[in-house]
């Protein structure tokens, strides 16, 4: 029975095939290689079927899902390739950026459903991006366009770009502009007027063309301008216009027609008619429907094929918001590649906490602040929720107060007329503003419950703690007792302890070997990189003038995407996989050569190093109970005890009735200031 199930669902798949075929099947445009016309027809055969099902159940119920999903399709190709990048839930994500505000939740929702049925009817086997690209030709036939074929095979991406969400082309685009901005993509002039007769069906905010109700270049006809005023009294008006005032829900010529009416409601669109280049091409599809149809769906099958990644690169999701987590979804291309020895380092349970310096304490503050760590990690709780990015902030922090002149809370201090803060000197200018309000912010809720008991320098170390565990790392406890320095480093005793990303292994280790920290503690501790972001300026020294040919092809030609220049300002993720997830995927990436800094990937290619890399790549347990090791030995360098220090009123702030000096070394001459 089963056989003979089978046996009818390939003749079903082939007959639709040849449905799809047009008679000009040969003039298909080609295609990229790893993707084909017939990918799933032994292990989901029935696919384009439950698509098709599912989605004539939700236009029927719901026809303005039809222009939302093409429009999810169009939006995600464009930005860093058809890799359903734009899926992606994170802090901030792809969805959450101006050009993608209007894009609706129940589309969204739509795809993750075509996901389940799919799934549970062949197994992970098909993509989010592919079921992304099967919505848009699905939109467009059910609502009255063609009906082609498109190749598949695509596999899904393991990170989002928030800056290359600049790539989309605004509405208020002239047609220059545009056949500029697609001309990059190897798009002719013909394809931007095809693409853009999308425009045939959907609707639009108030805000998206509120500007060209007055215009007149391009053209408004007057009774649609006075209409959309109507409609519009404000830009900031929550109201929308129908994108075609002829056939707002069908897929057909009739946007073409409008642009002949001098209707077309974006500047984008009505340009098209009034530039000579693309004039012809617009009453051509504003007579001949068939041809409009055949342009656009060629050039639908080209901008399917932007950037995709096939075979071995990306991961097929278990859920379309969120990257695979666990050996599942990785792509170690072989964990055991080149024969690498996987020695598992072992943890001794005699040393799983280092020793503690004398004046810390695990139960320092249990009489004269009980509270403490439950203050401190329901405020955390609050400030991630809203933003989980923050967590990375806090991290680094802790890291860039330990490593200058110890664990003592001066990279808070503000500056003086001694000299410039930690604060200013250049590794420490992304620290993020807002993770030094939380520290402060948190240091006047523990004063209100305990009084001013609770050093700033403990709160940071607590913070940093918090922040691993709440975004999905291990929760571990730590000495406390520490007290606030008197004084901050100068420029360059920041700068002699805080080697840059783009130092390699060697220097690395060389730098943190004078703080009693060995190979594994450096693994282990490079290993917050699992978090977080960076600025272009980190690591476009591996981009230009040429690619570091150590790193992946397609991973650095998305970084080029968002860094277009060694000197743009923009940012992204230091780990692809799980950005916002503390966990071992960091590794991962090192491995497929997907490390963002020299002295992140240079841990792979140094042999010192490479197989502590590929331990904690396959076994998260081990990093984590490494990681907790490293992070308790750095949280205890150079720290002040007793009497030493002080507890600040203010944590940017020495205190003003400090009987204690304030020595900040400057141009490595002493200046001391004693209170009198």
């Known amino acids: 029975m089963m056989g003979s199930v089978s046996a009818i669902a390939t003749i079903f798949f082939l007959l639709s095939s040849l449905l799809l075929a047009s008679s000009d099947a040969l003039e298909r445009p080609p295609i990229v290689d790893g993707l084909s016309w017939n990918h799933y027809f032994r292990n989901c055969p029935r696919l384009e079927t439950i698509v098709r099902t599912h989605l004539q159940k939700v236009f029927k119920k719901d026809t303005g899902q039809a222009p939302a999903l093409l429009r999810i399709f169009f939006h995600d190709c464009f930005v860093q390739g058809c890799d359903g990048s734009i899926l992606l839930d994170g802090s901030p994500n792809e969805k959450s950026q101006p050009a993608n ?114 215009q007149t270049d391009p053209p408004i006809e007057p009774s649609l301008a006075k209409n959309l005023s109507n409609t519009c009294p404000s830009a900031q008006a929550p109201n929308t216009a129908v994108l075609d005032v002829r056939t707002p829900n069908v897929f057909d010529n009739k946007y073409y027609v409008n642009l002949a009416k001098r209707q077309g409601l974006f500047a984008s669109d009505q340009d098209l008619f009034s530039d000579s280049r693309t004039k012809g091409i617009v009453k051509s599809f504003a007579s001949n429907e068939k041809l409009f149809f055949n342009s656009f769906a060629d050039a639908v099958v080209k901008l399917s094929q932007l950037d995709v990644l096939t075979g071995k690169q990306g991961e097929i999701r278990a859920k379309c918001s969120v990257a695979n987590k666990g050996k599942e979804g990785l792509v170690v291309t072989s964990v055991v590649e080149n024969a690498v020895d996987l020695r598992v380092i072992k943890v001794c349970e005699a040393q799983a906490r280092p020793p503690t310096v004398r004046g810390l304490s695990y139960t320092f503050y249990t009489k004269t602040c009980p509270n403490l760590k439950s203050i401190v990690r329901t405020e955390l709780k609050r400030v991630f929720k809203k933003d989980i990015a923050q967590a990375a902030g ?56 305990c009084g001013r008991v609770v050093s700033c320098s403990d709160i940071t170390a607590l913070a940093a703690r ?57 693994v282990s501790l490079s290993g917050g990189h699992t978090i977080g972001i960076s600025h272009c300026s980190s690591f476009t020294n591996r981009l230009y003038p040429s690619q570091d040919p150590v790193m992946d092809k397609t991973f650095g030609k998305n970084l080029r995407l968002t860094c277009p220049t060694d000197t743009t300002d923009n940012t992204t993720v230091l780990d692809i996989r799980s950005p ?40 998260q347990t081990l990093f984590f109970e490494k990681f ?39 141009e490595n001459v002493a200046q001391e200031f004693i209170e009198m």
Do not use: W
């Open 101 to 214: 505000i209007g894009i609706r939740p129940e589309a969204l929702q739509t795809i993750e459903d075509l996901r389940s049925l799919v799934h549970n009817h062949c197994g992970r086997v098909v993509s989010c991006a592919d079921l992304v690209v099967l919505a848009a030709r699905e939109a467009v036939s059910l609502t009255g366009g063609p009906r082609f074929a498109v190749p598949l095979g695509r596999k899904d991406g393991l990170t989002f770009s928030i800056n290359a969400t600049r790539n989309l082309p605004p509405p208020s685009f002239r047609t220059g502009q545009l056949l500029e901005t697609f001309a990059a993509r190897n798009f002719s002039t013909t394809d931007v007027v095809a693409l853009s007769g999308a425009h045939t069906f959907g609707r639009a905010h108030c805000s998206t063309f509120f500007s060209r109700i007055n």
């Open 394 to 449: 806090l991290l680094r922090l802790h890291f860039h107060d330990c490593f200058v002149q110890g664990c003592d809370g001066s990279v808070l201090l503000d500056g003086s007329a001694s000299g410039p803060s930690e604060k200013d000197a250049p590794p420490n200018l992304t620290l993020r503003a807002e993770a030094f309000r939380i520290i402060e912010r948190i240091r006047g809720l523990l004063e209100k419950s």
């Open 466 to 522: 918090d922040s691993v565990f709440l975004s999905g790392g291990p929760d571990y406890e730590i000495p406390l007792g520490r007290r606030d320095g008197l004084t901050f480093a100068s420029r360059e005793v920041t700068l002699d302890n805080l080697p840059p990303p783009s130092s390699n292994t060697t220097t690395i280790l060389n730098s943190l070997a004078t703080k009693n920290l060995d190979p594994t503690d450096v």
């Open 580 to 619: 916002n997830v503390f966990d071992n995927r960091y590794y991962v990436d090192l491995m497929n050569r997907q490390g963002l800094f020299t002295s992140d990937q240079d841990l792979y290619t140094d042999k010192r190093t490479r197989n502590i890399v590929t331990s904690f790549a396959i076994n």
């Open 628 to 666: 907790v090791f490293a992070m308790l030995k750095m949280g205890q360098l150079s720290v002040l005890t007793g009497n030493q220090g002080e507890i600040r009123a203010n944590c940017s702030v020495r205190n003003a009735n400090s009987n204690s000096f304030l020595s900040s070394v400057v």
